[in-house]
C-alpha cells in the first residue's frame, strides 16, 4: 500500500524547505495541494516535476474519496498546504484521519511552522503553551473563547488575518487584559516585523495591518500566595489596638493581602 506525506513547506522564504521535502515531492506519483499556484512556485524553484492536484477547504470532501482511492491504488502522495504543516489550520486533518482509519502509512514530513517560529522569537515562556488557532470571527464568540484560557498560565498562540486583527486586540484587551504581546507579521517574508510590546500599545501600532499575524500573548500570571492566617490574625489584632474600625481594618487587609471581605471580618470578630 502507498503512503501519505504530510510535508511542511516553507512559510515565505523557499530556501526553508527541507532537503526531505524535496525528496519527497520529488519521488511522489501526486501532491494534493491547498493552492496549486503556491505549489508550483515551490516545485518550479527546485525543478520538481511531480503532477498536482488541489486540495483545499472547498472541494476537500470531493476529493477525499479519489486521494484515498489514489492511494490504494495509484502511488504515493504528498499533502501540502499553502504554507507550513498540512492539517493545522490548514486542509489536510480530514483526509489524514481518513487515511489512518484505512490502515494506509500517513508519514511526516516536518519543516517551517509559524506557531513555533512565532513563539521562539517572542521573548515570551515557551515552556508551555496554548494554541487556538484562528479564533471566531465573531466578537461574542472570540470573547468567549479567550475568556476559557484567561487563567491559562501557558503563553497562548493565536492566528489572524489584517482585517480583524484590531477587533481581536481589543477583545484581548477587553478578556485577558493588557498583557505583553509579540505580534508576529509576515514571517520570513520581504517585510517581516516582530513587535514586543503590550496588547494596547499594539492595537495602536497596526492601526492599518496588513500581511498575515500570528499573536503570541503572555499566560495569566499566577497569583501571589495568601499570607498566614496566624500573620493576618496578627495584623488585624494590632489594628484593633490601634483603634481602627472594622471598615478601615479589612479595607487595608484587602488592598495588602487580596482577601475576600468576608474571609476578613470573620477573622476581626474572631478576635473581638
Not at 479567550?146 to 498562540?157: E, I, K, Y
Not at 496566624?230 to 479589612?250: F, H, I, S, Y
Request: hydrophobic share 40%; proline share 6%; glycine share 6%.
Amino acid at each position: 500500500m502507498s503512503t501519505l506525506f504530510v510535508v511542511a513547506t516553507p512559510i515565505g522564504n523557499l530556501e526553508d524547505v527541507s532537503l526531505r521535502a524535496l525528496r519527497t515531492l520529488r519521488s511522489v506519483r501526486l501532491i494534493a495541494a491547498e493552492d496549486t499556484r503556491t505549489a508550483r512556485r515551490l516545485l518550479d524553484a527546485y525543478d520538481i516535476r511531480t503532477p498536482v492536484t488541489s486540495y483545499h477547504e472547498h472541494n476537500k470532501w470531493a476529493k477525499l474519496e479519489y486521494l484515498l482511492h489514489y492511494l490504494e491504488v495509484g502511488g504515493d502522495v504528498a499533502l501540502v498546504s499553502e504554507a507550513g504543516t498540512p492539517g493545522i489550520s490548514d486542509p489536510g486533518h480530514e483526509l489524514i484521519v481518513a487515511a489512518s482509519e484505512r490502515g494506509i502509512p500517513v508519514v511526516a514530513v516536518p519543516g517551517p511552522s509559524v506557531v513555533i517560529s512565532a513563539l521562539a522569537i517572542s521573548a515570551l515562556p515557551t515552556d508551555r503553551f496554548t494554541y487556538l488557532g484562528f479564533p471566531p470571527r465573531q466578537s461574542g464568540s472570540r470573547q468567549r473563547l479567550l475568556r476559557s484560557v484567561a487563567g491559562d498560565p501557558g503563553t497562548l498562540v493565536i492566528l489572524e488575518a489584517p482585517h480583524r486583527l484590531l477587533e481581536t486586540l481589543q477583545d484581548i484587551l477587553a478578556t485577558l487584559g493588557d498583557r505583553r504581546i509579540a505580534v508576529c507579521r509576515e514571517l520570513t517574508k520581504v517585510h517581516e516585523e516582530v513587535f514586543r510590546s503590550s496588547v494596547s500599545e499594539a492595537a495602536v501600532h497596526f492601526a492599518e495591518p496588513r500581511g498575515e499575524f500570528t499573536l503570541i500573548v503572555e499566560g495569566a500570571k499566577a497569583e501571589p500566595p495568601a499570607p498566614p492566617a496566624r500573620d493576618v490574625e496578627k495584623k488585624m489584632r494590632a489594628m484593633r489596638q490601634k483603634g481602627l474600625t472594622a471598615r478601615e481594618a479589612v479595607a487595608e487587609m484587602i488592598r495588602e493581602t487580596g482577601l475576600s471581605k468576608r474571609e476578613l471580618y470573620r477573622v476581626w470578630l474572631k478576635l473581638a
